[in-house]
Nanobody, 127 residues
């Protein structure tokens, strides 16, 4: 199983980035996908999660209204569109997968309960 993030980079405050998570070795039809981030000196926090069906989504309060998660199961890829970026969004962003028995579940907020992780992509927002 591999999860590969891409799309990170350096952007100014107010800018946008779209992260992609390309998944191989498993069927997205059976897995919820989450985006987490970790800033220097801080723990890993959940940003957004999407159910295997795509019908249920979750956003952290800090990104609600600015970030949008979506998935294309045919391409085995999940996206995170990030708009109105702020310096506080600076972090390494990781995607993760967890097998779910219920298609409407978007998985736990606890990073330790997720099955597979990507290597991360750096997002830096300059002020």
């Amino acid at each position: 199983v591999q999860l590969v993030e891409s799309g990170g980079g350096l952007v100014q405050t107010g800018g946008s980035l779209r992260l992609s998570c390309a998944v191989s070795g498993l069927s997205l039809d059976d897995y919820a996908i989450g985006w987490f981030r970790q800033a220097p000196g801080k723990g890993r926090e959940g940003v957004s999660r999407i159910s295997s069906s795509g019908g249920s989504t979750y956003y952290a309060d800090s990104v609600k209204g600015r970030f949008t998660i979506s998935r294309d199961n045919a391409k085995n890829t999940v996206y995170l569109q990030m708009n109105s970026l702020k310096p506080d969004d600076t972090a390494v962003y990781y995607c993760a997968a967890v097998r779910t028995t219920y298609g409407g579940s978007y998985g736990s907020s606890r990073p330790d309960l997720w099955d597979y992780w990507g290597q991360g992509t750096q997002v830096t927002v300059s002020s």
